[in-house]
């Protein structure tokens, strides 16, 4: 009986130690978790704002692990090494690289089928102007840790689509299949969206994916871009 007791207290204790130590950070999770899911809804922030939010004590202290949080920290990083790209300001763009690249390298070692990870991971070696192999690969892992995923076949197929003439043809074929999925599945504008803001020779590769489906899809697929164009 009183070893039971004995086991009892030291089950207890033990959660009451872990509660001491997570409540304090399970309000700033909850913040970044909110901010990770806005800006997977594509809405933007003021860039002082991000800045403010990335030096702040609560995003140094997250778990590599808090999947969540990490990818939020990415999403608010990506956007100011863009604008310090365009801009021209060559040592904050090598910084935010810097900072992304370690923050890759942190999340993927604890938890390697991040999709959306690797998605970013070939985002940001576009930025940096490396088009090659080493680019390509990484892109090709986030087709193999997640190829039914619609929220990242979106996403994917706005971020490489533009680039498939240059990928190898193994993965060009994944990248034009997963566009004819996106309208297969429902996902029309989506995919409309992205043959719009293709070039004329990157159209007709599309067309060739278009014209493998149904007419009823075909033409469900025609009317959104007569909206969506007009």
């Not at 100011?80 to 300001?89: C, I, K, Q, W």
């Not at 996106?182 to 504008?189: H, K, M, N, Q, T």
């Not at 004329?200 to 014209?211: D, E, F, K, P």
Request: aromatic share 10%; net charge negative.
């Amino acid at each position: 009986m009183y070893v039971r007791r004995g086991l009892l207290l030291i089950i207890g204790s033990l959660g009451l130690f872990w509660g001491i130590f997570t409540l304090p950070q399970s309000e700033p999770a909850d913040e970044f978790w909110d901010i990770e899911s806005r800006l997977l809804r594509f809405e933007s922030f003021d860039r002082s704002a991000l800045t403010q939010t990335l030096e702040s004590r609560s995003a140094q202290n997250f778990s590599a692990c808090d999947s969540h949080s990490q990818r939020a920290l990415l999403l608010m990083e990506m956007p100011l090494a863009e604008a310090a790209l365009r801009s021209g300001a060559t040592n904050e763009f090598d910084r935010h690289i810097q900072s992304l690249e370690t923050r890759f390298r942190t999340i993927l070692a604890c938890a390697p089928r991040q999709s959306f990870v690797w998605l970013l991971a070939f985002n940001l070696e576009v930025l940096h102007g490396q088009l090659n192999q080493q680019a390509f690969d990484l892109l090709a892992m986030s087709y193999e840790t997640s190829p039914n995923e619609a929220w990242i076949s979106i996403r994917r197929n706005m971020v490489a689509m533009p680039l498939v003439l240059a990928v190898p043809e193994p993965l060009r074929q994944k990248m034009l299949f997963e566009f004819q999925q996106l309208i297969r599945y429902g996902f029309v504008e989506e995919a409309a969206r992205s043959y719009l803001a293709a070039s004329g020779s990157i159209r007709s590769l599309l067309q060739s994916q278009i014209a493998q489906l149904d007419l009823d899809r075909q033409k469900a697929f025609a009317e959104t871009l007569q909206r969506l164009d007009s």
